[in-house]
């Protein structure tokens, strides 16, 4: 098979930079097209240069559209307005798409759904092992400790994280909440201030920290009466994210229409 051509998306971001090098190391993806937004310094630039890589000979363009005939799938970790953009040029192209971007609300979750009747599409708020097996860790202990214990989330991350809770809190919550017979929408309390009164049993509880340069850490605690158990994830390298999301881009070669997630592309199902 030959190798899969990549486009990388908001190249220049945080994780659209260690994209470009996880690729970069991977000998069946080629970097084909990176994107950046129309305005950015950044755009003429060599992508490999930008990332520290050395040079690729690949140049930062603005215009996902205008390069349609150079790539098989698009890498995206940008925000859900550009997200959504460049889902609708995969569409519309048959071209597949590994969505990382977290912070979507319900219409646009929607909308992704949508498209994925036309396309293949991987969409994970977080694409490390470690994370996806905290989720399958969760479904057990959420159904063995049951409503006697109260489970409150806990996130934190770095200071220039624009959405809260994270999208990997969120996934947690929906894992124990579904674990539990219960409606996420019904039962999350995110933070408390002033007299709150007693907490219910039922209340499944976020926290958000954002400070320095928190790659992103999440503990989920089921605390009972005289004992409990916490499953926590430290991510320490945006790298982690980035070989989840190039692994999902191999995993999407010839796969048909539909909408995946990191559990299918690891076999946790
Ligand atoms: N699924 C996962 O495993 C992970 C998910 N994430 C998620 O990925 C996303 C990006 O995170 P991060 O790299 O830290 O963010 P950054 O802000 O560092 O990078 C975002 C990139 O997207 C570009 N961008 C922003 N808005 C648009 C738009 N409307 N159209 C096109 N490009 C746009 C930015 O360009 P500009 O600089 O011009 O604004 C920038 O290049 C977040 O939603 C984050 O939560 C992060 C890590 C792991
Ligand atoms: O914005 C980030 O950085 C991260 N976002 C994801 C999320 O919202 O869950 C995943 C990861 O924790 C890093």
New binding site residues.
């Given amino acids: 098979m030959s190798a899969s051509r990549i486009a990388i998306?908001?190249a220049?971001?945080?994780?659209?930079r260690v994209l470009i090098e996880a690729v970069q190391e991977t000998p069946d993806l080629e970097l084909a097209v990176a994107t950046?937004?129309s305005g950015?310094g950044l755009v003429g630039t060599d992508a490999g240069t930008m990332a520290g890589v050395g040079p690729l000979g690949v140049t930062l363009e603005p215009e996902l559209e205008a390069a349609v005939g150079r790539f098989d799938t698009v890498i995206d970790?940008?925000?859900p307005?550009?997200s959504l953009?460049h889902l609708e040029v995969c569409r519309r192209y048959g071209r597949a798409m590994v969505l990382?971007?977290?912070?979507f609300d319900a219409s646009q979750k929607a909308a992704i759904e949508q498209a994925a009747r036309e396309i293949p599409v991987v969409f994970?708020?977080?694409?490390?092992v470690g994370v996806n097996l905290c989720l399958k860790l969760l479904d057990t202990a959420a159904r063995i400790l049951g409503d006697e214990v109260d489970v409150e989330i806990v996130e934190a991350h770095h200071r220039?994280?624009v959405?809260a809770p994270s999208?990997t809190a969120l996934r947690m919550g929906e894992v124990v909440a579904s674990a539990l017979g219960r409606d996420l929408k019904e039962c999350a309390v995110y933070g408390r201030e002033g007299v709150t009164g007693e907490r219910d049993r039922r209340s499944i509880g976020f926290e958000t920290i954002r400070a320095g340069d928190i790659v992103g850490e999440h503990t989920v605690m089921f605390a009972g009466s005289g004992e409990r158990v916490e499953i926590s994830h430290k991510a320490s390298s945006?790298m982690t994210?980035a070989r989840?999301a190039v692994r999902a881009a191999r995993w999407l070669q010839g796969r048909p229409a539909g909408l995946y997630d990191m559990q299918d592309v690891l076999g946790l199902r």
């Fill in positions: 998306v908001g220049g971001g945080r994780m659209g950046e937004r950015s970790f940008t925000r307005e550009g953009a990382g971007t977290t912070g994970a708020p977080n694409m490390s220039h994280k959405d999208g945006r994210f989840g």
